[in-house]
């Protein structure tokens, strides 16, 4: 933001995020009864009512042109909203406030206000992709409507800190997942490591290894490995690295079990098992089953930057975590060497850090895999990126596009900037690509592209 006479500019913000169920007021003078959840708290009772009620009437409205298929989102000058029905009955509205610049005049007029509603790349997906971590019947059934605003209220609070709008881009429409390249024999040992814990440990019921915040392998289905990726990366991984960058929770020495050294800590459950007073209470979360969604508990198991998720289905003790720990902890240690080594080989490939021609965005919609040299730095509320923001901003155009047609197709724009931007999309896959080749030509172009997937996709099929 500027100050002075010059123009502030102000990015989008979140103004209110509210969940309410419409059976639950059905009469004249009950109609607070709908609202579950209610961002920010301090609002006025009758003002909360009077945004729900709108927001219930849209939705009744545009149901009259598609029962089916009732509003996704409603856009202003000002803002906008957003409507998640994730469970019947149950809606999710998210109100966001436009971009805006904030101009000065003379005289000492109010300044003018121009909002940018075209400036804003936020799709409704991004949010249905972690919203539906709760599940509201299953909090209904264990304890009525007040333990269900209870449960809204705790998760809620603490989600919604995580929720950066001015950092939203192409990456957070695609909600994808980002995959550690390993070798076969690497992969392998994790795949025997696996093996052997499940069949060691009964109690362990889906596995998943990350490193650092990519990962490696996963036992579980996508669509709850996407919601857990999310949390992890944006929620429980960012609480503890700050710790550990001051110095803190992480041990300096070594822990020992049986002959063999190990560096293996829970990040979540007991912080020290050689504690007395350790508590082992574990995060629960629920996966898909057949009849519905089963409740199990989540333990994160970290060694360096290799970082190990067991699920299991019931409570948890501190003979089951200790014999846990002296299972996991060694053969994790050297498992986080060797792909310590497979990083390192990885960056030298990858060859020097000099500013390349061609830079891009993938996307797989079948596996979720995701690949970005735009960004040098993704995470919940930073987003540095190498290119310009109205760069940025046409890849967004371009995705809008692509969702409206199911045809595979391919889009070329020549931007002010003198720079090439191709949007290709094939086969359920997307490829977006930042051509900085001022003098190039359409077929110039074209061959460029073509390079670039023969070098960096040579086992994925591009339809031409």
Known sequence: MASGMQEKQYTPSLLSFFIYNPTFGPREGEEEK???????????????IRNVGLCEAIVQFTRTFCPTKPAKSLHTQKNRQFFFEPEENFWMV???????????????????????????????????????????????QAGGVELLMQKLEKFFYRYLQTLHLQSCDLLDVFGGISFFPLDKMTYLKIQSFVNRVEESLSLIKYTAFLYNDQL??????????????????????????????????????????????????????????????????????????????????LIVYKVHSLLCFL?????????FCEQLDSLVGPQLTLLASDICEQFTIN????GPE????????????????????IHMRKTASVCLTSVHP????????????????????????????????????????????????????????NEEVKRLCATQFNNIFFLD
């Open 94 to 140: 998210m109100v966001v406030r436009n971009p805006m610049i904030e101009k000065p005049n003379k005289d000492g007029k109010p300044p003018t206000v121009e909002y940018q509603e075209e400036e804003m790349l936020v799709s409704t997906e991004k949010y249905s992709h972690v919203l539906t971590m709760l599940i509201f019947l299953i909090a209904m």
């Open 347 to 350: 960056r030298r490939i990858s």
């Open 354 to 373: 000099k500013e390349p021609q061609f830079k891009f965005i993938y996307f797989n919609h079948m596996n979720l895999a995701e690949k970005s040299t």
């Open 216 to 297: 490696i392998w996963s036992g579980l289905e996508q669509d709850d490995m996407r919601i857990l990726y999310k949390y992890l990366t944006t929620s429980l991984f960012p609480r503890h690295s700050e710790p550990e960058l001051a110095g803190r929770d992480s041990p300096m020495r070594p822990e020992v079990a049986g002959n063999l050294l190990h560096y293996g800590r829970f990040l979540t459950g007991p912080a020290n098992l050689k504690d007395p007073e350790a508590k082992f209470r574990f995060p629960k979360i629920f996966v898909s089953a057949e009849d519905g969604y089963e409740e199990l508990h």
């Open 34 to 48: 709908k609202i579950l959840f209610y961002h920010p708290s301090d609002v006025e009772k009758n003002e909360k």
């Open 390 to 445: 109205d760069l940025m901003k046409i890849l967004g155009d371009i995705n809008c596009d692509f969702a409206r047609v199911d045809e595979d197709e391919e889009i070329i724009v020549k931007a002010m900037t003198d720079y090439w931007v191709v949007g290709k999309k094939s086969d359920q896959r997307e490829l977006y690509v930042i051509l900085n080749q001022k003098n190039a030509n359409l077929i110039e172009v």
């Open 311 to 319: 699920i299991a289905s019931v409570e948890l003790t501190r003979e």
